[in-house]
């Protein structure tokens, strides 16, 4: 378990979790406009 591949799952984690509030950011958005 090298500090390489820490940093990589790490990088893994955290593209994971930008998708997720991406698609959040996109769905609430999408429910704003509903109401307008």
Sequence with gaps: YTL???IS???EIVTFANR???????RSID??????
């Design 9 to 11: 799952r790490v990088n």
């Design 31 to 36: 429910k704003l406009k509903n109401f307008m």
């Design 20 to 26: 997720e509030q991406l698609e959040m950011g996109k």
């Design 4 to 6: 390489i591949t820490s």
